[in-house]
């Protein structure tokens, strides 16, 4: 069975500082695992996702994250906060490739943005 | 593309009612998802189908809840009679083969 662990519900951080959100999963096969972003009142929208190939993904707006399979660890990461960043984060895992079996969900996590 | 559509986007029954969520998935997809979203729980996935083909239903909490997908553009799910902890926001999200999945905007729950 597979599952994923978000360190921290909330997290708090400046405009223009570093944001990590952390992210730890457990799979019995290699994993496909993605990081959405869920804005109040929306549905859910993909920010990146790795599927085996190169280990540094690149999203949207900026995020980005890193697949450590030693440590079963995929962080999002943004080096400077902006405003609009403020929103319910999501790291998901999927034994299958895109999600197509469906995709196990942690609890999220709220990042706060400062002024 | 008009994304997902979902409808109603609000819906506040009496407990023992019977619900009906809608989901229209993006033309195109053959993969369609039902998620549910609770406090308690967060996100969890009911029940998904792969070309209107229900394939894995284990996430559908008890018997009172159903789905189907009669076509490649319209799925529903039902539940009946509704509980008040069948109170939350229910996603559907559709995909194309092995390729991410989007999502809906959701319908906010409320059983009294």
């Known amino acids: 069975a597979q599952s994923v662990t978000q360190l921290g519900s909330h997290v708090s951080v400046s405009e223009g500082a570093l944001v990590l959100l952390r992210c730890n999963y457990s799979?019995?096969?290699?994993?496909?695992l993605f990081w959405y972003v869920q804005y109040p009142n929306q549905g859910l929208q993909l920010l990146l996702k790795y599927t085996s190939a190169a280990t540094l993904v690149k999203g949207i707006n900026g995020f980005e994250a890193e697949f450590k399979k030693s440590e079963t660890s995929f962080h999002l990461t943004k080096p400077s906060a902006h405003m609009s960043d403020a929103a319910e984060y999501f790291c998901a895992v999927s034994e299958s490739r895109g999600g197509a079996d469906g995709l196990t969900f942690g609890k999220g996590t709220h990042l706060i943005i400062q002024p | 593309d008009a994304g997902v559509i979902q409808s109603p986007r609000h819906e506040v029954t009496e407990m023992g009612q019977e619900v009906t969520l809608r989901c229209k998935p993006i033309s195109g997809h053959n993969s369609l998802f039902w998620y549910r979203q609770t406090m308690m729980r967060g996100l969890e996935l009911l029940i998904y189908f792969n070309n209107n083909v229900p394939i894995d239903d284990s996430g559908m909490p008890e018997d009172r809840f159903s789905a189907k997908m009669p076509n490649a553009s319209f799925s529903t799910l039902k539940i009946q009679p509704s509980e008040p902890r069948d109170s939350a926001v229910y996603f559907c999200a559709s995909s194309p083969a092995g390729n991410e999945q989007f999502f809906g905007p959701g319908t906010r729950l409320t059983v009294l």
């Open positions: 799979s019995s096969v290699p994993p496909y």
